[in-house]
């Protein structure tokens, strides 16, 4: 490290005594460079009685009773010397560096866990220009990159000229080494911390899909988590605050901001179920003109939860209605979740005769077929019906009504095999009467 010697600065403090005036002067060597330790002080002193007491001063502290000094950083230094015949002397010397090199900072910490520090640093003092060394000292093991005056740099920054703008720092701990233009060597180092929050800015988000196919209550709420609050909320839709609820379904981007400006932003989907409600069903057409055995019934419901509830247009509340004229029948079915669907039948008709008349009955009391049937005659409560052998004689009569029950008796007996012939009225609408044989096998 190159020295410098300046200009010896002598002081001198005169004392009368027997044996002469007591002075002390001093020759002072400043230290190169500010901080430096490498000054020293040549005390001489004359005059007064021997021994001399010699006590130096330094920050109000005695640090020595030496004559001589070395090893002084800048600063006061006083002397006290005191000869054998109590006179008592005092002196100040003051040690300057030629060459003080000085900053001023200005530090701003990394505000969004990003690495977007900055450090300010302008020197001053010394003789310009000035040749800097930023050293990160916890330097993460990958590439680092920030800029200085626009220009990007990796892990050193040099040349700092008059003034250095150092920015995109990550959080860090920096030692900053400036040494200006005077060739002494001189070099003063600043320690310099930035911060950074304790966590970087995220949120937690939670949310629920839409219930049913076409529906809007889905919803998102989000929690801040990192960052520096307090957070405000920008969503897609407009909205400003932490949940947005009663959403169809569809893309939702939320951006939130905390104190710092720092920023993040994240889509989130409501989805919906693929489709409604699924019905399944089977429809019977009404069998005859005159019936009423129409029938709906709901067999499969799929994308639903159970259990579920049927609201039909004839009031009825079951999977199944029976019993229908030909006509539009349509039911409202809602599951678990309260979704719905309603669906609308055709209920058919078979433009046909109802009335089916069996024409050979085999009265043997085997059980099958012992009496005569009329298929659907129900249907017609007011018919008449009267049967006759081959010379015209009634054998059965039923006046009001059939009951499907004639076992081919006339008066308690059982009538002969044979053809018989029938005639049937039923006096409804415009029927006429239907006519014909009936053969009886025993």
């Given at each position: 490290m190159k020295k410098i010697l300046f200009a010896l600065f002598t002081g001198f403090i005169f004392l009368n005594s027997a044996f002469g005036?007591?002075?002390?002067?001093?020759?002072?060597?400043?230290?190169?460079?500010?901080g430096y330790n490498d000054g020293a002080i040549d005390l001489s002193i004359s005059g007064g009685t021997l021994p001399y007491t010699i006590l130096w001063y330094h920050q109000s502290?005695?640090?020595?009773?030496?004559?001589d000094l070395n090893g002084l950083v800048q600063g006061e230094y006083i002397v006290q010397v005191i000869d054998s015949a109590g006179l008592t002397i005092m002196d100040t010397a003051w040690l300057f560096p030629p060459y003080e090199i000085s900053t001023i900072d200005t530090i701003a910490d990394a505000t969004c866990y990003s690495g977007n520090g900055t450090i300010n640093i302008t020197p001053s003092g010394g003789t310009p220009f000035y040749v800097g060394i930023l050293s990160e000292l916890l330097w993460d093991p990958y590439l680092q990159e920030y800029y200085i005056d626009s220009t990007l740099m990796d892990t050193l920054m040099t040349n700092i000229d008059t003034t250095s703008l150092i920015w995109s720092v990550p959080a860090g701990n920096y030692m900053v080494f400036i040494a200006d233009n005077s060739g002494l060597g001189c070099v003063i180092q600043k320690f310099i911390v930035i911060n950074q929050p304790s966590a970087p800015l995220t949120f937690n988000t939670t949310f629920d899909n839409v219930t049913c196919k076409g529906g809007s209550d889905g919803w998102i709420t989000i929690v801040p988590d990192g960052g520096t609050p307090p957070y405000t909320y920008a969503w897609s839709g407009g909205q400003?605050?932490?949940?947005?609820?009663?959403?169809?379904?569809?893309?939702?981007?939320?951006?939130?901001?905390?104190?710092?400006?720092?920023?993040?932003?994240?889509?989130?989907?409501?989805?919906?179920?693929?489709?409604?409600?699924?019905?399944?069903?089977?429809v019977a057409d009404v069998s005859c003109r005159d019936n009423h055995d129409g029938a709906v019934t709901v067999t499969l419901i799929e994308n639903a939860l159970a259990p579920y509830t049927y609201a039909w247009s004839n009031g009825?509340?079951?999977?199944?209605?029976t019993g229908l004229d030909a006509g539009t029948y349509s039911v409202t079915i809602t599951d678990a979740n309260s979704c719905q669907t309603t669906e609308t039948y055709t209920v058919g008709l078979n433009d046909i005769d109802c009335i089916v008349i069996y024409n050979v009955v085999t009265p043997?009391?085997?059980?099958?077929?012992?009496?005569?049937?009329?298929?659907?005659?129900?249907?017609?409560p007011d018919c008449s019906v009267a049967v006759y052998n081959r010379w015209g004689k009634q054998v059965f009569s039923s006046d009001k009504g059939y009951d499907n029950l004639w076992d081919c008796t006339s008066d308690g007996k059982l009538l002969e095999s044979g053809d018989y012939y029938y005639i049937i009225n039923l006096n409804f609408g415009n029927y006429p009467p239907y006519t014909g044989p009936v053969k009886i096998l025993k």
């Open positions: 005036q007591l002075s002390v002067s001093f020759a002072v060597t400043h230290p190169t460079c500010s502290d005695l640090i020595s009773a030496a004559e400003t605050t932490s949940s947005i609820t009663a959403q169809a379904a569809g893309i939702y981007t939320l951006t939130v901001i905390d104190a710092n400006s720092c920023s993040k932003t994240e889509s989130i989907e409501i989805e919906e179920p693929f489709q409604s409600l699924l019905i399944y069903e089977d009825t509340s079951a999977s199944e209605i043997d009391g085997n059980g099958k077929n012992d009496v005569w049937e009329i298929k659907n005659i129900h249907l017609y």
